[in-house]
């Protein structure tokens, strides 16, 4: 989709593969390959969300910096972030900035990203309580739908992908989920704030259906006492 007239290698700046945990965060470098985040301890939504991704050969290739600049709907880094309202540390010309998830992502496969930047580090917050679910034709293509449940310092997040051009928060399931309501009822909220589109993989009744079902499991697997 593009081509530049310049690559340039920054495989070789040893600070941008580490991961680290900071502040009841994970910070992890742009460089940070799939399969290090399979692997690391630290937090372990991280580690379930970069299984799904690909295959081995796509693991060990591509990077968490990369996934999250490329801002693709139905990618897992991008949901996982939406949920956690992740903090993106951005370098460029003018120099350096950061930018919470809410606001870095502005459609398919666009972001406030200028020419000139990179994506540094991102700050994954680690959450208390967690669940990630996903439906794909098999296990390593797209997520026709994913979702993301995390408690984060008291208070429960969901984000679904692949409904939409960005993750969507669905703010009503949210304030349903917080309110203890029930599982049924905060998974049909989360179905009726989707507007996703049909397309050769799924037509969009079938991708709010499965919004349904998934965002569900997800709120059970959560460990959410909840009243089914």
Request: proline share 6%; glycine share 8%.
């Amino acid at each position: 989709m593009a081509r530049p007239s310049l690559l340039v290698d920054i495989n070789r700046v040893p600070w941008l593969s580490t991961i680290t945990p900071i502040d009841g965060s994970v910070r992890v470098g742009a460089l940070v390959r799939h399969a290090m985040l399979v692997e690391q301890p630290h937090h372990p939504l991280l580690a379930e969300a970069a299984r799904w991704i690909g295959h081995t050969a796509i693991r060990s290739r591509g990077t968490t910096g990369g996934s999250i600049a490329h801002a693709d709907p139905a990618a897992e880094l991008p949901v996982v972030a939406a949920a956690l309202d992740a903090t993106i540390h951005i370098a460029g010309r003018k120099g350096r900035r950061s930018a919470k998830a809410s606001e870095f992502f502005t459609g398919a496969l666009e972001t406030t990203l200028a020419d000139d930047e990179i994506i540094t580090a991102v700050d994954m917050p680690r959450p208390a309580r967690w669940a990630f679910t996903e439906f794909a034709r098999r296990h390593g293509d797209f997520g026709l739908v994913t979702v993301v449940v995390a408690e984060v310092n008291g208070c429960w997040r969901l984000a679904i992908g692949g409904v939409g051009s960005v993750p969507v928060r669905p703010a009503e399931a949210e304030q349903l989920l917080n309110a203890g309501a029930p599982v049924d009822e905060v998974a049909a909220a989360a179905a009726a704030a989707v507007s996703p589109t049909s397309d050769i993989h799924a037509s969009n009744d079938y991708r709010r259906a499965m919004t349904q079902e998934f965002t569900r499991r997800a709120v059970i697997q959560s460990g959410r006492q909840l009243m089914a």
